[in-house]
């Protein structure tokens, strides 16, 4: 095969999901001219693509070295570097990359992710900020900002960024989990009530809405709507340790003694210890 069938077969191999066969294209290929830095850089994919990151750095290496000008190919090398944990070889070619390209949104929020592995929370909330900037439509920069917020333990930049998240995503039930969350991490259960109210209208059968509800519900004292979504969650999965436990302390609260060690015995069964440590106090 021609130079050009051996590259054209390799890469066609890879778009079907033959990542071994087009990794011995581009090998042969290789071994015949080692100059050829498309064919490098696809092969650096598949080694990263692999969790081979070392070896994708050092076919990254060659092809900057030839390509010093290519943005994207310090944003992959950043990447394996990150994916090894050396997270300052990985922010120093990020910013070589926006360098080369100041008005890529990817760019920034690798970078802000870079920096928050960093404990930079400040700088990453700044390059999250410029993603949107550039892209204000960028769900990734949107939670990634909401989740650093949140990390800072401010939750009310979170909640708003969040809920942008659940505007450009609303099918996303992660959004909307995370909206609720923030709400009870406010104090504010009502609102963290109603999230979960309108999430278990259209997701009526993940069993974990209804014991983050029950949970949200012990807050405002509805022990017994509580002790009806914590029975909902065990209908959904039957080995739930946690929502036996925590019906168990509703039952508890509400004195009847019988039913709490009942549900005790069920959650210690399920490998709870927590709920073998009630049991020896009632």
């Not at 069993?207 to 012990?218: D, H, K, T």
Request: negative net charge.
């Amino acid at each position: 095969m021609t130079d050009q069938e051996l590259q054209e077969r390799g890469v066609a191999r890879y778009e079907e999901g033959d990542a071994e066969g087009a990794l011995a294209d581009f090998n042969a290929l290789l071994a015949r001219n080692p100059d050829l830095p498309t064919t490098r850089y696809n092969r650096s994919i598949i080694f990263a693509e692999a969790g081979h990151h070392p070896q994708a750095i050092a076919d990254l290496d060659v092809v900057i070295g030839q390509l010093p000008d290519n943005a994207d190919l310090y944003h992959a090398r950043a990447a394996s570097y990150r994916s090894l944990g050396d997270h300052k070889a990985a922010l120093a070619d990020i910013d070589e990359a926006i360098r080369l390209l100041p008005d890529d949104p990817d760019n920034y929020l690798f970078r802000g992710n870079c920096r928050a592995d960093l404990r930079d929370r400040e700088g990453a909330l700044a390059d999250y900020s410029e993603a949107i900037r550039l892209e204000p439509a960028f769900v990734g920069a949107w939670y990634n900002r909401a989740f650093t917020y949140a990390e800072m333990k401010d939750y009310y930049p979170a909640l708003r960024d969040m809920k942008k998240c659940a505007e450009l995503q609303p099918d996303e039930l992660r959004f909307r989990m995370e909206i609720a969350r923030l709400h009870a991490e406010l104090l504010e259960f009502p609102e963290a009530e109603k999230a979960y109210d309108e999430m278990i209208l259209k997701w009526r059968y993940i069993g974990p809405l209804y014991f983050y509800r029950a949970q949200v519900r012990i807050q405002l004292e509805k022990y017994t709507d509580a002790i009806n979504d914590y029975s909902q969650a065990i209908t959904l999965n039957p080995q739930d340790a946690l929502a036996y436990r925590f019906r168990g302390a509703a039952y508890q609260h509400l004195k009847n003694m019988e039913r709490a060690r009942a549900d005790y015995e069920k959650a210690a069964a399920w490998g709870d210890v927590e709920a073998k440590k009630q049991l020896d106090k009632i």
